[in-house]
Every structure is written in C-alpha cells, then in structure tokens.
C-alpha cells in the first residue's frame, strides 16, 4: 500500500526557508485523480491545512500562507516537496504530508515531522 | 476560533454511543462534503469519514456519519477505549478557498 514519509530539517533560524520533501512509496505520483497534501499542526493546536498540488501541476494553497509558499512535485523521483520562507516561530509545527482524494478527503498520512523555528 | 465549530470535549462509558457535532455555514458544510479525522495520542490523523457518510476501508462500522444543512455529527457506537482520541471534522470554504477544519473534540473514554 501507499506510504509517505516526510523529510527535512527539525530545526529552521528565523527568517530563513523552511524545506521538506515527501517520498511516496508503494505507489505511483502521477496515478490517479489524488491530490498531494501538506497539513501542520501547532504544539499542543489543531490541523491547519497548507496546499495540495495535483501531477498535472494544479494546485490549492491556504492563502494566508501563499505570499511565503511554494510547492511542487517531481513524478520522476516520486516525491512531492514544500517550501516555506521567512519562517518565524509561529511555522513551528509538526508538519505532515498526505494524499488526498480530492481536495478534502487525507486517506494516507504520513508519520509528520517536527520543525522548531528558533533563532 | 476555528470556522467548523465543535464541542472541546466529549466522553462515554464503554459501550455507550457518543456523538460529535461539527457546525459550520452555508459557504462550508453546506455546500461541500464533509470529512471526519481520528488522531490518536502522538500519531498522525487517520481518515474516519470521507464524502460525509463513506467509511475507508478497514474502518470498523461502529463509526457513522451524518450531514443536514449547515451541521454534520459522528456518532460512535459501542465506545471502546481505543476510542480515546481527538476528532476532526473537515470541509472545503467556498468563500475562504481553503480546506478548513473544526477545533477538534477531545473524546473521553471514563
């Protein structure tokens, strides 16, 4: 079955660019009407969607993180990645990658990972 | 304060059915499917409901959905204490353009 696991730095200075990448594994990017998702937790908060990026290259963002948002896919290493800049210390989060069916709908999770924003 | 409002806490006895209510607007849960979300203690969310009512497979049936109007509720049957769990409701808002979810229902297994 589908896996992802989320990659990246646990730990980000102020200001800088917040990077992780999810491998998908057991399964192909580009097969399918899914959708490739990034969601985040805030300690101790709960889930705070951030985008979904379909292989065709559309794509949904959470507007108040777009102005610093960039995603993308990349189906010939099959992995899907995030990058977040001019992070401060409210980015930080257990950040998780899922698939969705459709927009809304996360069957497939993977573990999360935590990113600390600290100067 | 989150757009899908639910209840902070909620609690049974084993056997008991509980219900979790999301409630939201006519620009959320009343013009799009709504999803519900278990997250155990330390674990990633896991998808319960899908499409307002549809279980994924490997869903045990004591976990039910249902959505009128602007409101949706999950109701788990034959409480367990595995059920010990956050639930989440979610949806698509038309007028936002985001997927938001509810504050989350901190559910008490006694």
């Known amino acids: 079955q589908v896996q992802l696991q989320e990659s990246g730095p646990g730990l980000v200075k102020t200001s800088k660019t917040l990077s992780l990448t999810c491998s998908v594994s057991?399964?192909?990017?580009?097969?399918?009407?899914?959708?490739w998702s990034w969601l985040r937790q805030l300690p101790g908060k709960g889930l705070e969607w951030i985008a979904n990026?379909?292989?065709?290259?559309?794509?949904y963002q959470n507007p108040s993180l777009r102005s610093r948002l960039t995603t993308s896919i990349d189906t010939s290493n099959n992995h899907f990645s995030l990058r977040l800049n001019s992070v401060t210390a409210a980015d930080t989060a257990v950040y998780y990658c899922a698939r969705g069916l459709g927009v809304t709908a996360f069957d497939v999770w993977g573990q999360g990972t935590t990113v600390t924003v600290s100067s | 304060q989150s757009v899908l409002t639910q209840p902070p806490s909620a609690s049974g006895t084993p056997g008991q059915r509980v219900t979790i209510s999301c409630s939201g607007s006519s620009s959320n849960i009343g013009s799009n499917t709504i999803n519900w979300y278990q997250q155990l203690p330390g674990t990633a969310p896991k998808l319960l409901i899908y499409t307002n009512t549809q279980r994924p497979s490997g869903v045990s049936d004591r976990f039910s959905a249902s959505k009128s109007g602007t409101s949706a509720s999950l109701a788990i049957s034959g409480l367990q204490s595995e059920d010990e769990a956050d639930y989440y409701c979610a949806a698509w808002d038309d007028s936002l353009t985001l997927v938001i979810f509810g504050g989350g229902t901190k559910l008490t297994v006694l």
């Open positions: 057991g399964g192909s990017i580009n097969s399918g009407g899914y959708y």
């Open positions: 990026i379909h292989y065709s290259g559309t794509s």
